[in-house]
């Protein structure tokens, strides 16, 4: 059990790469890719967590405490505000391809191109 | 490529990443024995040193500054992708929008979620401001406070026409706050060359701890990444509703 947070991370990164390479709508395919990058955040809270450690805040603790490690947490943070907005670019990028070829089906994307 | 060699491929992939992890589980420490030596040190750093008590924002808006700049800056060229991708194009003026049945009328916020909206639009804006003013003191800060503070601009538009929502929200101020919040993160940084620091170097007097202004640059950071992030999540909002909504309100 004491790698099972890593064994999440590793699932949803897997589940992540097949939504993306089964998609049949570019909408779930960019949500995929979400659930994949999410693996990273449970990854790197992962590798900063120590048994007994508490949360690196001091403001009613001595600094002494022992505390989880907080870059991965600043890194975590600022992964997901992000995120948000690179899904929203992708997203766009969707709607412009829905407007120029009335589809968001990868494949008749490709049938387009051919 | 067909769906059956993407699979194929997918699975061989697949597969060799599941050995590799395998591999990798076998030789890892079992969860809970950090190691590394830098999250310690900041932990030992953070009070003595720059007078707060949240080593993750100490860590995001001093320590590691600089990258947080650059994260910043990726937040806002995403921003304006899919503003300029959003935007309306002189080709596109007649089209069709499909988003409701054309028989049917767009049913109006039910009184229950204009009530729940209006009695929570204040307290969510208030709780925002709370965040960001607190970033270096308790879990918060500009990213997080950002979003709140734009989520509060959601709940305007939830209860009411689109038409309220672009007076409350007006599109410029958005940008401005976009804008300003940018462009305030690279001003400090600048602002410390000029004093004699280095770049983004932390030398504003540091205050008393547990004060809001405690901290030197990182409340001022702080402000402005809320500004940029609030300004962006809002301006991503307005695009988006925009580009659905252009025919409900001609």
């Known amino acids: 059990m004491s790698h099972f947070p890593y064994g999440v991370a590793a699932w949803l990164f897997l589940v992540g790469l097949y939504g993306i390479v089964t998609s049949r709508n570019l909408v779930h395919l960019v949500i995929s890719l979400a659930v994949l990058q999410s693996s990273t955040y449970i990854l790197l809270l992962g590798v900063g967590y120590r048994t007994g450690a508490v949360a690196p805040i001091f403001a009613t603790i001595p600094p002494s405490t022992p505390a989880v490690d907080p870059v991965v947490q600043a890194l975590v943070l600022t992964d997901i505000v992000v995120e948000v907005t690179v899904v929203a670019l992708i997203l766009a990028l969707v709607v412009q391809v829905h407007k120029r070829h009335g589809t968001i089906d990868p494949d008749e994307l490709r049938k387009l191109r051919d | ?250």
């Open chain 2, 1 to 250: 490529m067909n769906r059956k060699t993407r699979l194929a491929l997918f699975a061989a992939g697949a597969a060799v990443l599941a050995g590799v992890f395998a591999i990798a589980f076998a030789g890892l420490p079992p969860l809970g024995n950090y190691r590394g030596p830098y999250g310690q040190m900041v932990n030992a750093l953070v009070v003595p040193e720059r007078n707060v008590t949240d080593a993750v924002t100490a860590v995001n808006f001093d320590i590691r500054g600089f990258d947080t700049l650059g994260e910043e800056f990726i937040l806002f060229i995403s921003v304006m992708g899919a503003a300029l991708l959003l935007r309306r194009q002189s080709d596109e003026s007649d089209r069709e929008h499909a988003d409701h049945a054309d028989d049917r009328e767009v049913a109006a916020p039910s009184d229950a979620m204009r009530a729940a909206g209006m009695l929570l639009t204040a307290p969510t804006l208030l709780f925002g401001i709370y965040i960001v003013l607190h970033g270096q003191l308790t879990p918060g800060g500009g990213f997080q406070g950002g979003v709140i503070l734009a989520s509060g601009a959601l709940l305007v538009y939830l209860v009411g026409e689109f038409g309220n929502f672009r007076a409350a929200v007006p599109r410029a101020v958005v940008h401005a706050m976009e804008a300003i919040g940018a462009g305030v993160y690279p001003a400090v940084g600048l602002a410390t060359l000029a004093a004699g620091g280095a770049f983004l170097q932390n030398i504003l007097p540091l205050g008393a701890r547990g004060s809001i202004l405690s901290g030197g640059t990182i409340p001022i950071i702080n402000a402005g990444v809320a500004l940029e992030v609030c300004g962006g999540i809002t301006l991503v909002l307005i695009v988006y509703l925009e580009e659905t909504l252009e025919q409900k309100e001609e």
